[in-house]
């Protein structure tokens, strides 16, 4: 069955860097859209950033030049880069697959198969 186990969170202080990792199983990773997105305590859960099954990428605001999304499809892993950390990024983190190939928007309900998560806190 479809499967990602997200890894990579902790805890840093602001300004710096960590890389989540999601692995895929179940599917053809390559030939789908698929989505990083937080949750802080108390607030809704966000898209961060996301990636068409052909590789192109779309941020959120917030995180625009500052986190990066990528995939191996030969590993079917998918990573985010996120660099130059505020508390404001802490929360937890969850990957997901979109509902096709493109990636139709960033809101949560355009993705299914969500993984358990990782945390993220950044302290100041």
């Known amino acids: 069955q479809v499967n990602h186990v997200e890894s990579g969170g902790g805890s840093v202080q602001a300004g710096g860097s960590l890389t989540l990792s999601c692995v895929a199983s179940?599917?053809?990773?390559?030939?789908?859209?698929m989505g990083w997105f937080r949750q802080a305590p108390g607030k809704e859960r966000e898209g961060v950033a996301r990636?068409?099954?052909?590789?192109?990428?779309e941020y959120t605001n917030d995180v625009k030049g500052r986190f990066t999304i990528s995939r191996d499809n030969a590993k079917n892993t998918l990573s985010l880069q996120m660099n130059s950390l505020t508390p404001e990024d802490t929360g937890m983190y969850y990957c997901a697959r979109g509902l096709g190939s493109d990636c139709a928007g960033g809101a949560p309900s355009h993705y299914n198969y969500w993984g358990q998560g990782t945390q993220v806190t950044v302290s100041s």
């Open positions: 179940g599917y053809a990773f390559r030939l789908w859209c």
């Open positions: 990636i068409g099954f052909d590789g192109i990428t």
